[in-house]
């Protein structure tokens, strides 16, 4: 089994940055890739970036340019950091750990990011 644990979290007002971390625990070894997801009220929950154990990086068309993702392996933690923050990217934000020999993909609890205009 494999843990995550967001943080990182809180009311900002528009144009702040904030880090978010992503600590995995447990049996972290089949994990090829971390993600980070974005759920506003409402709406389906959107990817907004990956790292993969290689530290290759992926962003969707939307997400480029203020966020970046990063990876500490000696930590087991994944970090995104948001720039220029906006009230539309208000929402929790998750993140996942996948791998082809993980027996589930596993998500974290999400911690709540919210942007005040």
């Known amino acids: 089994q494999v843990q995550l644990v967001e943080s990182g979290g809180g009311l900002v007002q528009a144009g702040a940055s904030l880090r978010l971390s992503c600590a995995a625990s447990?049996?972290?070894?089949?994990?090829?890739?971390i993600s980070w997801y974005q759920q506003a009220p409402g709406k389906e929950r959107d990817l907004v970036a990956v790292?993969?154990?290689?530290?290759?990086?992926y962003y969707p068309d939307s997400m480029k340019g203020r966020f970046t993702i990063s990876r500490d392996k000696a930590k087991n933690t994944v970090y995104l950091q948001m720039n220029s923050l906006k009230p539309e990217d208000t929402a929790v934000y998750y993140c996942?750990?996948?791998?082809?020999?993980?027996?589930?993909?596993?998500w974290g609890q999400g911690t709540q990011v919210t942007v005040s205009s």
């Open positions: 996942n750990a996948q791998g082809f020999s993980c027996p589930d993909s596993y």
């Open positions: 447990g049996d972290t070894t089949c994990i090829t890739a």
């Open positions: 790292v993969t154990t290689r530290n290759s990086t």
